[in-house]
C-alpha cells in the first residue's frame, strides 16, 4: 500500500511538469493521480483526504488493468531494443535547461553512452543506453512523468 508522504511527493511532483495524469501500481494496489479531474468515491479502496488540485483514485490492480487494456493499431517493431526507466521520476533530455539534448533519433550510441536524466525525489539519475545501436525514436517529451519500466527509447542494437 502507498504512504500518504509518498502520494503528497508524487502529487508535488506532477503539479511541476506537464504531464495530466499518473498511474503507479505497487503489491496490487493501484493510485491515480490526475490534475483538474474528480474523485470518483465508489472506486475508492478506502478514504484518503488530501486537499490539492490533483485528485487521487485507488483502484483494484485486476479491475484497473482489464478497464485500460490497450487497443495498439499497429505493434511495434520487436528486433528494436527498448531502453525503458528503471523507476518512477521525471524524464530530461540535457543535462541541463540550456544544454544539448544527449540523444536525438539517429544519434550514435555505446553501452556506455549517457542517453538522458530521471529525477526521482530530487537526484538526478543519468540513464545509460546499455546497448550499441542507433537511437531510432525517442517516445518521451523532456519534462514528461515517467513510470518504472515505461520504454524511452527504441534502438536499432548492432
Known amino acids: 500500500m502507498f504512504k500518504i508522504s509518498e502520494i503528497k511527493e508524487l502529487i508535488?511532483?506532477?503539479?511541476?511538469t506537464s504531464v495530466?495524469?499518473?498511474?503507479?501500481?505497487?503489491?496490487?494496489?493501484?493510485?491515480?493521480i490526475r490534475k483538474g479531474s474528480r474523485i470518483d468515491a465508489s472506486a475508492l479502496q478506502a478514504p484518503v483526504a488530501i486537499q490539492q488540485q490533483p485528485q487521487i483514485q485507488a483502484v483494484p490492480?485486476?479491475?484497473?488493468?482489464?478497464?485500460?487494456?490497450p487497443a495498439q493499431a499497429s505493434a511495434p517493431d520487436?528486433?528494436?531494443?527498448?531502453?525503458?526507466?528503471p523507476m518512477v521520476g521525471t524524464f530530461y533530455s540535457?543535462?541541463?535547461?540550456d544544454a544539448d539534448v544527449y540523444v536525438n533519433a539517429g544519434s550514435r550510441?555505446?553501452?556506455?553512452?549517457?542517453?538522458?536524466?530521471?529525477?526521482?525525489?530530487?537526484?538526478?539519475?543519468?540513464?545509460?543506453a546499455?546497448?550499441?545501436?542507433?537511437?531510432?525514436?525517442?517516445?518521451?517529451?523532456?519534462?514528461?512523468?515517467?513510470?518504472?519500466?515505461?520504454?524511452?527509447?527504441?534502438?536499432?542494437a548492432e
Open 12 to 16: 508535488e511532483l506532477l503539479d511541476r
Open 20 to 32: 495530466q495524469e499518473l498511474e503507479l501500481e505497487e503489491e496490487g494496489a493501484r493510485v491515480v
Open 61 to 69: 490492480a485486476q479491475a484497473a488493468a482489464a478497464a485500460t487494456a
Open 78 to 85: 520487436e528486433s528494436l531494443h527498448k531502453i525503458v526507466s
Open 94 to 97: 540535457s543535462p541541463s535547461p
Open 109 to 128: 550510441v555505446n553501452e556506455k553512452s549517457v542517453v538522458c536524466i530521471i529525477e526521482a525525489m530530487k537526484l538526478m539519475n543519468e540513464l545509460l
Open 130 to 156: 546499455e546497448v550499441k545501436g542507433e537511437i531510432v525514436e525517442v517516445l518521451v517529451e523532456n519534462g514528461q512523468l515517467v513510470e518504472y519500466g515505461q520504454p524511452l527509447f527504441l534502438v536499432r
